[in-house]
T-cell receptor, first 111, second 113 residues
């Protein structure tokens, strides 16, 4: 079946460091890909998405590119802030049968 | 803005009680979903619905049932709560179609004692 694999962390970085969170997926066909963020005590919020190969999703300084050849959708940000501390989920699919999520990556940014 | 609301943020119930978790969305979405979130396991799909009175089992439906009598409302029912159902429950909704993202409610943290 479909699956999503991402680094689980916690990932600890200093403020202004470069961030990469890896995500790879297995699926038949070409699923839509998503990154969600969950701040403490809250539900998940959509951060960005891409619906076809080579699409780049971006939001709030975060970017991810849909790479069909490597079945990857890595999340990047050039300079992280303390306020970016959260849990980040990579997901694939979408539509009536739900999303398949990775297990989440806990990101901690230290001042 | 899309709004998905859940009836309670925190809930404490006793073993054997019947528990109702309510979810309402205001964007006329066709699809609605219930997930549970546990440390180290991520999010797991319990049930989903793509239309009124329609329901489909997700990955972990055992011990749960659902009801969708109106398009905007999707209820999760624990017929006889057990301690292993202590978890964070997340509701989500989306338009039909594979490219549409899901919108999540704030979650209900359920503790069964």
């Amino acid at each position: 079946g479909n699956s999503v694999t991402q680094m689980e962390g916690p990932v600890t970085l200093s403020e202004e460091a470069f961030l990469t969170i890896n995500c790879t997926y297995t699926a038949t066909g070409y699923p839509s890909l998503f990154w969600y963020v969950q701040y403490p005590g809250e539900g998940l919020q959509l951060l960005l998405k891409a619906t076809k190969a080579d699409d780049k999703g971006s939001n709030k300084g975060f970017e991810a590119t849909y790479r069909k050849e490597t079945t990857s959708f890595h999340l990047e940000k050039g300079s992280v802030q303390v306020s970016d501390s959260a849990v980040y989920f990579c997901a694939q699919g979408g539509g009536a049968d739900g999303l398949t999520f990775g297990k989440g990556t806990h990101l901690i940014i230290q001042p | 803005d899309v709004k998905v609301t859940q009836s309670s943020r925190y809930l404490v119930k006793r073993t054997g009680e019947k528990v109702f978790l309510e979810c309402v969305q205001d964007m006329d979405h066709e699809n609605m979903f219930w997930y549970r979130q546990d440390p180290g396991l991520g999010l797991r799909l319990i049930y989903f619905s793509y239309d009124v009175k329609m329901k489909e089992k997700g990955d972990i439906p055992e011990g749960y049932s659902v009801s969708r009598e109106k398009k905007e409302r999707f209820s999760l029912i624990l017929e006889s709560a057990s301690t292993n159902q202590t978890s964070m429950y997340l509701c989500a909704s989306s338009f039909a179609g594979s490219s549409y993202e899901q919108y999540f409610g704030p979650g209900t943290r359920l503790t069964v004692t």
